[in-house]
């Protein structure tokens, strides 16, 4: 049924999983979750124009248009590695702890200044957006840079069985889904299996010279390989290496040039100099890099600057961990300023260290004598009279109609369960 849905895919190449997104000429599969079951939307998706349906409900066995299968994930899973076993063309793996969206979207744009590139769109980075990347890319395009997530031990090497990246980077390695992974070694662990996969296979591997923790996993993998094909290692500097300022947007010197981009963050230097080294290696020239980085703008809450009333704001709370928020207030730190606040939400999914980890957090804001008001139960347990806390964000917006914030450089951090987008600041 797999070689006949395949063949189908390739007449009619647009997948979907959402009755909410337009469905015409499609092959809609339905897809289980938690709260939802769209094995229950089968005359619903042919309503609205999908032309083949994928789902387990067998009321739809004898269907012309529908295929009834155990799994409509495992199905899609399968379907998309298929696709990938017909596929020419390098592909480039992105993971980490941080940094994994802003850096996949700065090597689609270099790349893209000489090559058709597909890059997984927004964070669709898991075991379903995963599958759909690879089903996205088709024949046009040259080069694939395929972003996974993971917030359990093992993903990324069920993820690579998938994407079978021919490159890979990871970003860096931090404290998050403590929950989920139970320990800071399995994180590890999880995210060097892209590395793992990838030197198995006799590919590419862009590691960052300053990272010492991947620094030594890497050479610690390459010595126990005893694979015949040869594994290619390429180092790029980082931070020491790139002389930058911060106005608050980042200016550095790249490639012997001076460099305005749209980003804030000292923290976005690796991601700026991994996109630099991967371009540099698909032979992008020198002036359309920078062109391209210097035109990047960032998106959906990552690192992005604007003007709100009086106020500047670094709008950063797309995702929180206590890695990013350390260096999100160590950049905050940085830049010269004469008013600085930072707004800080919850961070989830830290298990039993999330008291230690939000107390912490405290401790940094006070270590940089930054004035902050902190947002949820996490935090609202470490109560103290130096600084104000709020159980949630309506209390707060309650809080700022009365005192307001002006003239001030604000960050805006914490996980996306903490709502942040709604914050009212004028």
């Known amino acids: 049924m797999l070689d006949q849905i395949y063949k189908l895919f390739l007449q009619t190449p647009k997948i979907t999983t959402d009755t909410r997104t337009p469905l015409k000429d499609s092959i809609f599969f339905c897809l289980k ?22 789902t387990q409900n067998r009321k739809f066995v004898d269907h012309k ?43 689609a744009t270099v790349l893209s200044q000489k090559y058709s590139v597909k890059a997984t769109e927004g964070n669709l980075n898991n075991h379903i957006g995963v599958p759909l990347t690879l089903l996205s890319i088709d024949s046009s395009h040259e080069i694939a840079v395929v972003e996974m997530g993971a917030n359990h031990p093992n993903e990324i090497a069920m993820l690579c069985q998938m994407v079978r990246p021919t490159y890979a980077l990871v970003t860096n390695v931090g404290s998050a889904h403590l929950e989920g992974f139970k320990s800071f070694e399995n994180i590890v662990t999880t995210k060097m299996a892209l590395y793992d996969f990838v030197i198995q296979h006799g590919g590419t591997l862009f590691v960052n010279s300053q990272d010492q923790l991947l620094q030594d996993e890497v050479t610690k993998r390459l010595r126990e390989n005893r694979m015949i094909q040869p594994v290619e290692k ?9 002389p930058f300022k911060l106005t608050p947007y980042l200016q550095l010197t790249l490639l012997g040039q001076e ?12 991601n700026i100099a991994a996109a630099t080294a991967i371009g540099t290696y698909f032979k992008v020239p ?20 604007k003007k709100v009333g009086t106020n500047l704001v670094i709008a950063d709370y ?17 830049i010269e300023y004469d008013s600085k606040v930072a707004i800080i939400g919850d961070m989830f999914e830290l298990g039993e260290q999330s008291p230690e980890e939000h107390n912490h957090v405290i401790e940094l804001v006070e270590r940089y004598k930054i004035k902050a008001f902190f947002i949820g139960a996490n935090f609202y347990r470490h109560k103290n009279a130096r600084h104000q806390f709020f159980q949630n964000l309506s209390e707060l917006n309650q809080h700022l109609k009365k005192h307001p914030i002006e003239n001030s450089l604000l960050l805006i951090k914490g996980s996306r369960g903490i709502h942040l987008e709604n914050l009212i600041l004028e």
């Open 286 to 305: 020198d002036a359309e890099m920078i062109q391209a980085i210097q035109e990047y703008t960032p998106r959906n809450a990552r690192s992005q600057i």
């Open 33 to 54: 979750g938690e709260n939802f079951d769209a094995n229950e939307m089968v005359d619903l998706a042919l309503e609205k124009g999908a032309e083949y349906v994928v």
């Open 318 to 334: 797309y995702n929180a961990n206590p890695t990013s928020i350390q260096a999100a207030l160590a950049n905050l730190d940085l």
């Open 259 to 270: 460099v305005q981009t749209q980003l804030t963050g000292q923290y976005n230097l690796p």
């Open 234 to 242: 390429v180092n790029f500097n980082t931070e020491g290496d790139i």
């Open 65 to 107: 248009r529908c295929f009834v299968v155990d799994d409509p994930l495992q199905t899609l899973q399968a379907l998309a590695l298929k696709h990938r076993h017909s596929l020419q063309i390098p592909v480039i793996g992105i993971t980490g702890t941080n940094g994994k969206t802003t850096t996949k979207e700065l090597i």
